[in-house]
């Protein structure tokens, strides 16, 4: 009795620390997801205000709804790009739910239309996020409005009042544009700046856990992820920004070379924490690690600094930078205190070396980075050019080449067509109450790879069935109209600030909102729950049947051509950053390319490493060679990137004929790797793999001690690297 009692409480009160830590997660807002919170509230509260007050719920409320649904459309960056994605959103919204209120009551018309419909419009997402977030959009509406279907005023009001939301939607959403023209670059290349210091701060603290055996590369592939989404989306928005302007000003030459400067501030990053990593495992000197503790905290929390002064557009705090520019300097002259220790260990020595340089090319990049902060302040508007460059041609080329059965927009386009279709479909057959819910859960659960489908498919169902009873909970007691009214806008806030954040902390405060919507113009109708968790689960089950049934293509099918690319690319850096140090004419601009090409192939490994793992056991493959396969990338890109890093304070140059023996020699290890994923070999060659990429990867680890240590010079050391067997 007393052990069941004892596990009764241990289980309680794990029970009430995940609800606590749920609760915590969400009210716990950062300052953008507030913003955005407060933004879509405001426009989407006012017309079911105004719809309570005049008794025309049924009118209002879609001009609610293509407020919301413009939102949905936004795809951030510049305000142009922003305007063109809603503005386009909005108006086929209004003709979607003209369409489909007319043709809804008619079975033989509603079914082929709704394939058509969702087929069509799926195949916009061959144009990028604006097509996707546009195709989303509109499908969604004419799912919504199939299921009302009504007369042909009633089709010319929520028409009217679909393009009357999406205008308000825009309204509110670029009301800065013409004050404050630079904002979208400004917070594009802020959220870079943001995302590098949470990536230094992370894998700092992974490297200094003694008590992992794993390597540093393989614990923060979540924070590596995002700095490349950060890294993306500023050079789309800042690019965007220049090429539509007749002329640039010298904020936006400043913004870009910010970016710029991030790009580099990544690559140093990866170089200091490769060399922090090797330190901490090859010697156990404990003030050395709390030095470089400190010093890190004060460059990730320096580089938060400068990322609100890019944003806000405000001074730096000079007093901060000097204490940072202080700090890092001081540990350098620390370290080389501890050099004459390290004599009698010359790849420690070579580690500690390394890091000081990589201390060094830090401390000069965020001077460099200072003074464009200080330069980025407004000095001329851009005039805005309204013309627009329609590159038909290339548009319907593009399509064009997605309409076949290999292409993973025209397959996803078909599964969508097809369970939105069989939903609508069931709810019109069994005349099914607001059955519209049930394509709806469906258009929002499907996604294109199953392991995304799955996700979402447990976090639509289970916010919408915790959401559903606190709905009908409060519909059930609450029975005042302006408590009610002060629920849904309360309700509405926490549901639009998790918008972009939590999925099902986002559905689980849409429910009990859109329950109490509906109860103000129904009172006492606390089923409304009920039935939307019942469709809500149909919805869900459809969905994650469709995405595991209806041409499915499995990430291990997929991975390895990911695989083939991310090696590829490897090998192009590697060899970009040795003809940089042989001088040739293109060399700079090169590396870059091939570096960042490298980053987000890898990027690309780890995340379809991770999709892998949300499919069901019997479809994933060799998870364990695909883990060899995508952590040894990794490593190998990383230190190709401290090999560049620290190759730029050489003064020799070993000849052309030493480096291109050395590269032949791992070109042709890395070819054969590639041939054995292409042809499948690799599934019966597990362990000659992993022999190989270890071989490559000290033979590389050897050629990055080179510049760093005080014992070799590099005209002499690189032939006996290059010679050796690998």
């Known amino acids: 009795m007393p052990t069941i009692l004892s596990n009764f409480k241990a289980a309680t009160r794990q029970q009430m620390k995940t609800i606590y830590e749920l609760i915590h997660l969400s009210v716990s807002l950062n300052q953008d997801a507030f913003l955005s919170g407060l933004r879509i509230t405001l ?95 509109v499908i969604g509406i004419f799912i919504i409005t199939l299921g009302q279907p009504a007369h042909l005023l009633m089709a010319s009001e929520r028409c009217l009042a679909f393009l009357t939301g999406g205008a308000w939607a825009m309204l509110l959403s670029l009301a800065f544009w013409p004050f404050r023209p630079y904002q979208p670059v400004r917070r594009s290349v802020a959220d870079y700046y943001r995302s590098l210091s949470s990536f230094m701060q992370q894998a700092y603290d992974v490297v200094t856990r003694l008590d992992t055996q794993q390597r540093w590369s393989e614990l923060v592939t979540s924070e590596r992820a995002l700095v490349m ?8 928005v800042v690019v965007q920004s220049r090429v539509q302007q007749e002329s640039s000003s010298s904020i936006e030459q400043h913004l870009l070379m910010l970016t ?125 050019n309204t013309k627009q460059a329609k590159q038909w041609r290339e548009a319907f080329l593009t399509l064009k080449n997605n309409l076949t059965a290999r292409s993973l927009v025209f397959r996803h386009a078909l ?62 007691t609450v029975h005042n109209e302006l408590l009610l009214v002060a629920c849904l806008i309360v309700l509405g806030f926490m549901a639009f600030a ?78 970009g950053v040795l003809q940089s140090y042989q001088a040739t004419a293109l060399a700079p601009d090169n590396v870059q390319r091939t570096s960042h090409e490298a980053y987000r192939e890898n990027a690309n490994a780890a995340a379809a490493f991770q999709r892998l793992l949300g499919e069901p056991l019997n479809q994933r493959g060799n998870v364990e060679l695909f883990y060899a396969l995508v952590t040894y990338n990794q490593q190998f890109c990383d230190s190709i990137t401290t090999l560049a890093t620290h190759i730029r304070s050489l003064d020799g140059k070993p000849s052309t004929r030493d480096v291109e023996e050395w590269m032949r020699r791992i070109d042709t290890m890395l070819l054969s790797i590639e041939r054995s994923i292409r042809s499948g070999s690799y599934l019966h060659q597990h362990s000659q793999l992993e022999e190989k990429l270890q071989d490559i990867q000290i033979s590389l680890q050897q050629l990055i001690e080179v510049p760093c240590s005080a014992a070799l010079h590099w005209e002499a050391a690189f032939p006996a690297i290059a010679h050796q067997k690998i």
């Open 43 to 137: 426009i989407s509260i006012p017309p079911l205000l105004l719809g309570l007050m005049m008794k025309r719920l049924d009118v209002t409320g879609m001009a609610f709804l293509g407020g919301l649904y413009a939102c949905l459309a936004d795809v951030g960056g510049i305000y142009r790009q922003r305007a063109l994605s809603m503005g386009l959103a909005t108006i086929c919204m209004a003709l979607a739910a003209f369409i489909a209120t007319l043709v809804g009551g008619i079975f033989w018309l509603a079914i082929p239309l709704m394939f058509l419909w969702a087929f069509c419009f799926s195949m916009l997402s061959a144009y990028g996020n604006l097509g996707a977030k546009v195709n989303f959009v």
């Open 498 to 575: 998790h918008l972009k954040g939590n999925y099902g902390i986002f559905v689980f405060f849409l429910t009990p909102f859109v329950v109490i919507m509906l109860d103000l113009s129904m009172p006492g109708n606390w089923q409304i729950a009920v039935i939307r968790i019942f469709n809500t689960f149909i919805g869900g089950l459809l969905a994650f049947l469709t995405g595991y049934l209806f041409w499915p293509l499995w990430e291990r099918e997929r991975l390895p051509e990911q695989l083939i690319r991310t090696i590829a690319a490897n090998r192009a850096f590697l060899r």
């Open 260 to 384: 710029f400067n991030a790009d580099r501030l990544f690559e140093e990053t990866i170089a200091l924490v490769e060399s922090i990593e090797a330190v901490t495992r090859q010697t156990n000197l404990a003030d050395m690690r709390n030095l470089l503790a400190d010093t890190v905290q004060k460059i990730a929390k320096e580089l938060l600094h400068l990322a609100k002064s890019i944003d806000q557009d405000i001074l730096l705090d000079r007093a901060s930078l000097q204490e940072t520019y202080t700090s890092i300097e001081t540990s350098q002259d620390n370290l080389r205190m501890h050099l004459a220790r390290l004599m009698h260990h010359p790849s420690a020595l070579s580690k500690v070396r390394a890091t000081i340089v990589s201390l060094g090319h830090l401390n000069n990049s965020l001077k460099t980075i200072a003074a464009s902060v200080q330069q980025a302040h407004p000095s001329t508007v851009p005039q805005v």
């Open 415 to 476: 599964r969508l067509a097809t369970v939105t279709t069989i939903s609508v479909a069931i709810y019109l057959f069994f005349h099914l109450h607001n059955g519209f819910w049930i394509p709806l859960t469906a258009l929002f659960i499907l996604k294109p790879e199953f392991g995304g489908t799955h996700q979402r498919s447990i976090q639509r169902i289970s916010g919408t069935a915790f959401g559903g009873m606190l709905g009908g909970a409060i519909a059930l």
């Open 229 to 236: 989404a950060a890294h993306d989306q500023a050079h789309k």
